[in-house]
């Protein structure tokens, strides 16, 4: 199984760019990476999925390098509410490596 | 955006008790998933389903714990007897199928044993 692994928590201040790392040396070809959001008694929230190189949406961008091994979540201009846990699980067709959540990475951001 | 729907919000129940959990998916969802997350770490699989049929559960306590999903919709997770280790957040989540689709979690049901 694509075991992840991320670092346990960081601190950024309000409106910098936040970038959280994912390892992932294992992922299989057919993996696809997925990153989700936290809040206190909330269920996680999809953020974005990837591939591979790039991916942009509304709220975030994905980058993952060629070899695949590691990914990078990327929040642009973070505010107080980004305050949360972030998980990135690997995963793919029909896939349940991709169930399973590590402990996730708590960001904190600062006024 | 549909929601996944969960009740109760909050639970708590004495030692030794029988405390059941329901889940609504969003419609549509083939996939259905039961996690548990104890406070400060990540959820963990208990159980999912594809239609009506079990097709993980590994890692559920079969014990003591149970799960259905009778007519492919909505789920009912039971725990008999409850332990004070059961004490966690109970969520529920779905998906359109087993592939890449992201889940689409509720905001979980909080139990407390005594």
């Known amino acids: 199984l694509a075991k992840t692994t991320q670092p346990i928590s960081m601190d950024s201040y309000e409106g910098q760019e936040v970038n959280i790392t994912c390892s992932h040396n294992?992922?299989?070809?057919?993996?696809?990476i997925t990153w989700y959001q936290q809040f206190p008694s909330q269920g996680p929230r999809f953020i974005i999925q990837?591939?591979?190189t790039k991916v942009t949406n509304e709220v975030a961008s994905l980058f993952i390098p060629a070899d695949r091994k590691s990914s990078t979540l990327s929040l642009p201009r973070v505010s107080l509410s980004d305050t949360a846990v972030y998980y990135c699980?690997?995963?793919?067709?029909?896939?349940?490596?991709?169930?399973?959540f590590g402990k996730g990475n708590q960001v904190v951001v600062i006024p | 955006e549909a929601e996944v729907a969960q009740s109760p919000r909050y639970k708590i129940t004495e030692k030794s008790q029988a405390v059941a959990f329901w889940c609504d998916p969003i419609?549509?969802?083939?996939?259905l998933y039961w996690y548990r997350q104890i406070l400060g770490q990540g959820p963990e699989l208990l159980v999912q389903?594809?239609?009506?049929?079990?097709?993980?559960d590994s890692q559920l306590p079969k014990d003591r714990f149970s799960a259905e999903r009778l007519k492919g919709v909505d789920s009912t997770l039971k725990i008999q007897p409850a332990e004070l280790g059961d004490s966690a957040m109970y969520l529920c989540?779905?998906?359109?199928?087993?592939?890449?689709?992201?889940?689409?979690f509720g905001n979980g049901t909080r139990l407390t044993v005594t």
């Open positions: 989540a779905s998906s359109y199928d087993r592939g890449n689709s992201p889940l689409h």
């Open positions: 294992n992922i299989a070809t057919n993996d696809y």
């Open positions: 990837g591939y591979k």
């Open positions: 699980l690997v995963g793919g067709y029909y896939g349940n490596n991709r169930l399973a």
């Open positions: 419609s549509g969802h083939a996939t």
């Open positions: 389903f594809q239609d009506e049929s079990v097709v993980d």
